[in-house]
């Protein structure tokens, strides 16, 4: 791989670093001033390259679109948006995973219509998030497919904003609307797209991206991760998300080159359909989030690897939650024997409001792992120890993974109260200043402001964004540690313990009111959602726990789509406070690990051994009965959300034991592979507790 101008940095302070080779004049010396000047270029150039290739089902190419086609379909929607009045206002995209979605972004883009990614709901989900992004983007137009309209339809009494919306279909319009696009007046501080943030249910943010920031960070990527001509990308993330979006998506365009995608179910079903296109394809870049990695190393069973050959991926990228030492050296020694190489393993920080990447390890260089005091971390002090080449050196010992170089123009480590440049051992709040940097918060003018401009105390240097992550250097490489407010991040997706904690003090009126924390701790290397509440004081002498967790986990799953690992009940006005009343997580978390909160109940997941599916499944014999097909959801049930079988009963919903989509799409994968068959990922919510799913499978099998 080459590159133009690589990364060299100097540093200005102990812990502040400017970009020399990857400035900002070299960033923004890309050929492209807008998104509309790139996509024209590329579609004249190249008009019979292949530009996007789907696979539906994670396998086999359902859809494909050369650039050439791509730009004509793209002016086709632009133009009928430009007919119908709807530039400089606001279009909510919802749409199934596919290339429909790219051509309506791009569509938005080219009629100078401000895009607003989202996901289309499912039946019987939570619509707070959706209401809350229509109301605050103002959205007047939503664009999807002819199919998901007659489907969405049903949605308009639970959602009446959608029903008040204008609605447009833009699978069926004619590609010869094309001659009548207009090219709006555009320039790169024009407004592109709003990416909300991937809070679950409050108040999330719109990041305001405009086609300069895109291009900026494009030509960012292009350098960091030293992409070419000869890159290929495959991957798996949804299209709505900001990884996905400008990753897999607009990188690719940037470059001119092939980008293979599947559904995020396709992978979570089967997570070797990903390992396998990347092997098809010969993929040289592909990635996703820790949880990713940790998902193949544990499911991907040894006959799910014959055939691989990973020998052609040199990126290897792992962002958007922490990166885990373990899981990246797992990882390694899970695949090496499939032509995986070490310096493919690419470890990378980055954020919305950067328009993506912020930093990312240097290709063909095996990620370092810095040990650490774990005490010394916990006051903020970076002390390193010998913990060897396999991560964590024992106990009182953190192992991180150093998040490699940024070319972003400044990047500061700050102490967050004083404002001021940390010492060089000392960990601080990141803050970065880049032509990445989103324009702000959409119509949120005091966020922005406290986010987005801020400047030092002492030198009064800014503005800078305030990425609200604390890290250190080490050398010319970025470490993080942590956040510096108590959001929970959990497979990829940022959630707020806030909104957590009002789901489970309305739940149950056992529950005392402003009266609960929830936080994350690390169970086998993975992130897990736990839950302390304080419980009413007439409730104390009679309390149900079963009852009352229950509730919790099942009100949990249906509105943040988290499942719970532990919930401690606790006495009235016991719960960790400070002086002003302000409930204190981090003291919640001390006293979970420790055992010594004022505890009146409490359920913890039993943590079983993961195993693979057993091969002979998938030869699963004719005539499986309704009790055989109920016996093993429990089974897999119970094994998935660490609670015993017969606890399970068989007529309440899936959600009442905390079944959340990510595990309800693995157990379809599963339930495919027993029975022989396959089925949507969808399965478990249209049959929604273990007597309907299984009386629905038997009429199914029927010859």
């Known amino acids: 791989m080459s590159s133009s101008s690589p990364s060299v940095c100097r540093q200005s302070s102990p812990v502040s670093r400017e970009c020399v ?249 089967k997570p070797a359909r990903w390992l396998h296109a990347i092997s098809r394809y010969r993929a040289t870049t592909s990635g996703g989030p820790n949880f990713a990695y940790d998902l193949c190393a544990r499911k991907v069973s040894p ?103 940024s070319g972003l123009e400044k990047v500061r480590i700050v102490e967050p109260t004083n404002r001021t440049v940390c010492a060089e051992d000392q960990v601080g709040e990141i803050w970065v200043s880049s032509a990445s940097v989103a324009q702000g918060y959409w119509n949120r003018p005091a966020q922005t402001e406290e986010t987005f401009r801020a400047y030092l105390q002492d030198t009064g240097e800014g503005p800078f964004l305030r990425t609200g992550d604390l890290g250190f250097f080490r050398g010319e490489d970025l470490v993080i540690t942590g956040r510096l407010k108590d959001i929970i991040i959990i497979r990829g997706r940022n959630h707020y313990p806030q909104d957590i904690e009002q789901t489970v003090e309305e739940c149950h009126p056992a529950l005392k009111a402003s009266g609960g924390a929830a936080f994350s701790v690390t169970v086998e290397d993975e992130e897990r959602l736990v839950i302390v509440q304080e419980v009413e004081r007439s409730y104390l002498r009679n309390l ?59 359920w913890v997941e039993s943590l079983q051994e993961d195993t693979l599916a057993n091969p002979a499944w998938a030869a699963a014999p004719a005539g499986r009965t309704e009790e055989d097909i109920q016996n093993w959801l429990l089974g897999r049930m119970a094994q998935y959300l660490g609670i015993k079988a017969e606890e399970i009963d068989i007529k309440d919903p899936f959600e009442r034991y905390g079944l959340d989509s990510a595990v309800a799409v693995s157990l379809t994968g599963e339930l495919a592979g027993w029975l022989g068959r396959e089925f949507e990922p969808t399965l478990f919510w249209e049959h929604p507790s273990a007597e309907i799913l299984a009386k629905h499978l038997v009429n199914e099998l029927k010859p």
Request: aromatic share 8%; with cysteine.
């Open 21 to 269: 080779a990857m400035s900002a004049q070299s960033i923004e010396a890309a050929e492209f001033p807008t998104l509309i000047a790139l996509l024209r270029e590329r579609a004249a150039r190249h008009p019979d390259r292949t530009a996007f290739i789907f696979m539906d089902d994670g396998e086999n190419e359902s859809q494909t679109l050369t650039f050439g086609q791509l730009e004509q379909r793209v002016r086709a929607v632009a133009a009928r948006l430009q007919a119908l009045g709807a530039a400089n206002q606001r279009a909510l995209l919802l749409y199934p995973p596919g290339l429909e979605f790219i051509v309506a972004f791009l569509g938005c883009v080219y009629a100078r219509v401000v895009a607003v990614p989202a996901y289309p709901p499912r039946t019987n989900q939570n619509l707070r998030r959706l209401k809350t992004v229509i109301e605050d983007a103002g959205a007047a137009w939503v664009l999807t497919t002819t199919p998901l309209l007659s489907n969405l339809e049903v949605q308009f009494e639970r959602v009446p904003e959608l029903g008040k919306m204008q609605w447009l279909s833009t699978d069926n319009i004619p590609v010869e609307a094309r001659d009548t696009w207009k090219e709006p007046d555009v320039n790169g501080e024009t407004l592109a797209f709003l990416q909300y943030t991937s809070g679950s249910t409050g108040t999330p943010k719109g990041v305001m991206v405009s086609h300069g920031n895109v291009l900026h960070n494009e030509r960012m990527i292009q350098q960091t991760f030293g992409h070419s001509e000869r890159t290929v990308f495959a991957g798996w993330l949804p299209l709505f998300h900001d990884m996905g979006l400008i990753g897999n998506v607009l990188q690719p365009l940037y470059l001119g080159i092939k980008s293979v995608l599947m559904p995020p179910a396709a992978f979570i079903q």
């Open 544 to 602: 149900d726990v079963d009852d009352v967790v229950g509730s919790i986990r099942q009100a949990v799953s249906e509105s943040h789509e988290l499942h719970v690992h532990a919930v401690v009940l606790i006495k009235t006005s016991s719960i960790p406070k400070t002086s002003s009343g302000k409930i204190q997580r981090h003291a919640c978390r001390k006293g979970f690990l420790d055992k010594s909160l004022n505890t009146v109940g409490e």
């Open 303 to 405: 006959e799910q690897r014959m055939g691989l050959d990973l020998s052609s991926w040199e990126v290897a990228f792992n962002g958007a939650e922490p990166i885990r030492a373990s899981t990246v050296l797992r990882f390694m020694e899970t695949f090496k024997d499939y032509g995986l190489k070490s310096s493919a393993l690419y470890p990378c920080y980055g954020m919305a409001e950067t328009t993506l990447v912020v930093s990312g390890g240097v290709p063909k260089k095996r990620p370092f792992i810095c040990n650490v005091q774990a005490a010394a971390l916990e006051q903020g002090r970076i002390v390193e120890v010998d913990g060897g080449s396999t991560g964590p050196g024992g106990d009182g010992t953190h192992a991180l993974v150093y998040s490699g170089r």
